[in-house]
């Protein structure tokens, strides 16, 4: 656990999603001083206006450690998913350069490619923490039952199904996440992401009880810039493709502003499940 107390300024690498607004708001509410970088096409515009922040392209290492530098930045999170560029649309400067050749040529999933990233930070003098370092361990998905829906014994056959069937991708570091319906893989998850998942599974749905959106961490995850999370978007998707439910790893997954998230769940019907596969 990092002692909070020790961050002369974060850095706070902004993607997509609601985690780097959460993480803004830890820190103003524990006084931690933060600078954001923000990404061309990944950081929305609208979330760093009238905060502290720099704009650089995903390729531009060098830029991205002088900002750092220059804002006295000594600790980073990775807050937000990327969308991952072909490697024609990048335009490394000459550390970026140096950090792409470390990858070219090689079969990396997400795993491989974050170890390298955080490999390279450090490098620079920098302290990678973790999202739930920051918001604690209140942020995490709980075992049992969240909500006022339960699942019943097919959804529960569903959890154990998609359970056994994320843990084999994860394992080949493919994907995180999976949709089960009556014993059927309606999808996994693949370089599209958890939310296009969602929303590619509802053409597929079968008649009858709907699907269970299951996610957990793979087993050689880099947690401290690849956490996997749920949130208000989640339910959203889950209710439009017709889901009933969504089942997410105990104490490793982070449940997004979780009271809305529950609220939200509970008034589309909903189930929300921490779940363990060991």
């Known amino acids: 656990m990092v002692d909070l107390r020790k961050i002369h300024c974060l850095g706070i690498i902004a993607g997509h999603g609601d985690l780097p607004r959460d993480i803004i708001q830890a820190c103003q509410m524990q006084n931690i001083p933060y600078y954001i970088m923000a990404y061309d096409r990944q950081t929305d515009p609208?979330?760093?206006q009238g905060l502290p922040h720099d704009w650089?392209?995903?390729?531009?290492?060098?830029?991205?450690?002088?900002?750092?530098?220059t804002n006295k930045v000594d600790h980073i999170v990775m807050a937000g998913y990327f969308n991952r560029p072909a490697w024609s649309e990048l335009k490394p400067d000459f550390k970026g350069v140096a950090l792409m050749?470390?990858?070219?040529?090689?079969?990396?999933?997400?795993?491989?490619?974050?170890?390298v990233i955080v490999d390279f930070f450090?490098?620079?003098g920098l302290t990678v923490v973790s999202p739930e370092d920051l918001l604690g361990p209140k942020a995490m998905v709980s075992l049992g039952t969240l909500t006022k829906a339960e699942p019943d014994e097919q959804a529960l056959k569903?959890?154990?199904?998609?359970?056994?069937?994320?843990?084999?991708?994860?394992?080949?570091?493919?994907?995180?996440?999976v949709v089960v319906q009556q014993g059927l893989v309606l999808g996994v998850e693949a370089l599209e992401g958890s939310d296009n998942l969602i929303k590619r599974t509802?053409?597929?749905?079968?008649?009858?009880?709907?699907?269970?959106?299951?996610?957990?961490?793979?087993?050689?995850?880099?947690?401290?810039v690849d956490r996997a999370v749920i949130g208000p978007l989640t339910v959203?998707?889950?209710?439009?493709a017709g889901l009933r439910g969504i089942a997410a790893e105990a104490d490793h997954v982070i449940l997004l502003n979780k009271d809305e998230t529950i609220a939200l769940a509970d008034s589309k019907g909903l189930f929300i499940v921490g779940v363990s596969h060991d």
């Not at 390729?59 to 750092?68: D, E």
């Not at 509802?202 to 401290?224: C, D, H, M, W, Y």
């Not at 959203?236 to 439009?240: E, L, P, T």
């Open 236 to 240: 959203n998707y889950a209710a439009q």
């Open 122 to 124: 450090e490098s620079e």
């Open 46 to 48: 609208k979330f760093v």
């Open 158 to 177: 569903d959890i154990q199904r998609g359970l056994k069937v994320a843990k084999a991708l994860g394992a080949q570091d493919v994907g995180q996440s």
């Open 202 to 224: 509802a053409s597929l749905k079968q008649e009858g009880l709907g699907g269970i959106f299951v996610k957990i961490i793979k087993p050689n995850q880099e947690t401290r």
């Open 101 to 115: 050749a470390k990858l070219v040529g090689k079969p990396m999933g997400d795993d491989g490619l974050f170890r």
């Open 56 to 69: 650089v392209g995903l390729g531009q290492a060098g830029k991205t450690i002088k900002h750092f530098k």
